[in-house]
């Protein structure tokens, strides 16, 4: 299973909206697999297709012990939110070593199809139901930071575009190597 390379923020494909998928095919499968791969490898509980250039509704997820499997989530919709809303620091996978607090509902009930093409609904609550809205947001091409103040965005953005910088500043070259 080959890791993706996960998109970083400010990168403008972060903000494309994802496509519906017409059909749960097999050519879909290494996919998935290929996500939840990159997911663990980078130590994230939820990947968005968005996150790795791929613009199609598909989200996985794996909260840990909150979760009883590995979610697979086909064209997911939220089809209800609890008005009650909490604020919780949040991190992405998009925006590395960023962390801030995000308002959103403390519980969500979302349907999906599963990686089999089996229609789901999942009520969630606590971090599973955060991830599930967090990774939706990618979906419809919005990153977290969006939520915080255009001064803390604009600070996020300055900070991560200079470490992308530096770090091909400090990648090896091929120059000079026989």
Same mark, same amino acid.
């Given at each position: 299973?080959?890791?993706?390379?996960?998109?970083?923020?400010?990168?403008?494909?972060?903000?494309?909206?994802?496509?519906?998928?017409?059909? #749960?095919?097999?050519?879909?499968?290494? $996919?998935?697999?290929?996500?939840?791969?990159?997911?663990? @490898? !980078?130590? /994230?509980?939820?990947?968005?297709?968005?996150?790795?250039?791929?613009?199609?509704?598909?989200?996985?997820?794996?909260?840990?012990?909150?979760?009883?499997?590995?979610?697979?989530?086909?064209?997911?919709?939220?089809?209800?939110?609890?008005?009650?809303?909490?604020?919780?620091?949040?991190?992405?996978?998009?925006?590395?070593?960023?962390?801030?607090?995000?308002?959103?509902? #403390?519980?969500?009930?979302?349907?999906? $199809?599963?990686?089999?093409?089996?229609?789901?609904?999942? @009520? !969630?609550? /606590?971090?599973?139901?955060?991830?599930?809205?967090?990774?939706?947001?990618?979906?419809?091409?919005?990153?977290?930071?969006?939520?915080?103040?255009?001064?803390?965005?604009?600070?996020?953005?300055?900070?991560?575009?200079?470490?992308?910088?530096?770090?091909?500043?400090?990648?090896?070259?091929?120059?000079?190597?026989?």
């Amino acid at each position: 299973m080959p890791l993706l390379p996960i998109l970083r923020y400010p990168d403008p494909r972060l903000h494309k909206v994802a496509a519906p998928i017409p059909a #749960v095919t097999d050519a879909l499968q290494p $996919l998935i697999d290929d996500m939840f791969a990159t997911m663990y @490898e !980078a130590k /994230g509980i939820g990947l968005a297709a968005t996150q790795v250039d791929v613009h199609q509704r598909l989200i996985v997820i794996d909260t840990g012990d909150e979760t009883p499997a590995p979610l697979v989530l086909i064209n997911p919709d939220i089809t209800w939110a609890s008005p009650e809303r909490q604020k919780g620091e949040e991190g992405c996978l998009s925006v590395p070593g960023i962390y801030d607090g995000v308002e959103r509902s #403390v519980a969500v009930t979302v349907t999906a $199809l599963d990686r089999h093409g089996n229609p789901q609904t999942i @009520e !969630a609550e /606590g971090m599973l139901a955060v991830c599930i809205q967090h990774e939706m947001d990618h979906l419809m091409g919005k990153v977290f930071v969006e939520y915080l103040s255009p001064l803390k965005r604009n600070r996020i953005k300055t900070k991560l575009l200079k470490e992308e910088r530096e770090e091909q500043l400090n990648a090896p070259s091929a120059k000079g190597r026989y």
